[in-house]
Every structure is written in structure tokens, then in C-alpha cells.
């Protein structure tokens, strides 16, 4: 699937198809919403990118690509938004810790999400963070496809 990569915004809707993606998927998944859902998408989609927990999300290639992050991603992995979306995901984890997280990913393939994930990741600048209670499921299409993963999480520690 060929993801928009712009930063959410008033013209684009906040992006309100990706984060459709995410908020529903995670829905389907967990029986539970990330967000309450006022019956305006274009609203969730806007209180979704400024929410005060981390959220993001990569597509299915073969080495993933991030194509979101909100606000509170970006300012914790200090990068932009043209940053984020442009990195593959095996690069927010430090390169001894990127076999564990495909062991992760892995799981969350074959069982659709896990919950209580923990662990490590990097900054922009090299500043190193430990994620806990993180979610992590799969994006399902309109097809019932797999066609991206994505994380929320609230809770972080500086190492």
C-alpha cells in the first residue's frame, strides 16, 4: 500500500485515512479505543496526532518504513515528521537490539498484537530510552490484509 507521507495537518485532514487505519485497526484488535471517538473523524484524527502519548506506525516492506508519528513520537525521538517518515523502523531500536525486536514483530504477525511490550530505543541524537507497557498490533485493510504495524505507548524512561 502506498501510504501519504505528509505532515498531518488542516489541509489534509490530519491525515484522517491513516489514522482511520490505526485507530480502527487497533479497535478491532483490542476490543478498546486509543482515543473516544466523537463521531468526527477528521477531529479524532487531529487529537490523535497531538496526543500526549507516542504513536507510530510502518508499512510492510521489506526492511519497514515509519509513515507516522505523532507529534509526541517526533519530539521524543527529536526528529521531524520528514525525518520519521523517511526512517525504517529497525533504526529506532540500537543495532544490538534490533534482533529483538524481530523476534516482536514476528509475534505480533502471527497473533495480530501483544501488549506489555518493553524496550529499548534511540534518538536522533543517540539518547537512549526505555519504552514499557507498550502496545503493538497490526493494521488490517479494508481486504482483512495485514498492511503495517503500529505502537502507543505512554510510558518511557531516560537511560
Not at 9 to 18: A, D, I, L, M
Not at 56 to 78: C, G, I, K, M, S
Not at 90 to 114: D, F, K, M, N, W
Request: hydrophobic share 40%; aromatic share 10%.
Amino acid at each position: 500500500m502506498d501510504f501519504d507521507r505528509t505532515e498531518p495537518n488542516e489541509s489534509n485532514r490530519f491525515q484522517v485515512e491513516n489514522a482511520r487505519l490505526i485507530v480502527l485497526s487497533h479497535l478491532r484488535l483490542l476490543q478498546r479505543e486509543l482515543l473516544p471517538d466523537t463521531g468526527n473523524m477528521v477531529d479524532l484524527a487531529r487529537r490523535f496526532y497531538q496526543a500526549p502519548f507516542i504513536v507510530l506506525a510502518h508499512d510492510t516492506a521489506p526492511d519497514p518504513v515509519f509513515f507516522y508519528a505523532n507529534q509526541a513520537a517526533q519530539q521524543l525521538f527529536e526528529m521531524s515528521w520528514q525525518e520519521m517518515v523517511r526512517l525504517p523502523s529497525r533504526h529506532s531500536a540500537e543495532p544490538i537490539l534490533r534482533e529483538e525486536r524481530e523476534r516482536l514483530l514476528s509475534c505480533v504477525t502471527r497473533q495480530g498484537y501483544i501488549e506489555d511490550y518493553a524496550g529499548i530505543r534511540i534518538t536522533a541524537t543517540g539518547k537512549r530510552f526505555k519504552i514499557t507497557n507498550a502496545t503493538v498490533w497490526n493494521l488490517i485493510g479494508d481486504a482483512g490484509n495485514t498492511i503495517g504495524q503500529a505502537a502507543a505507548f505512554r510510558e518511557w524512561t531516560t537511560l
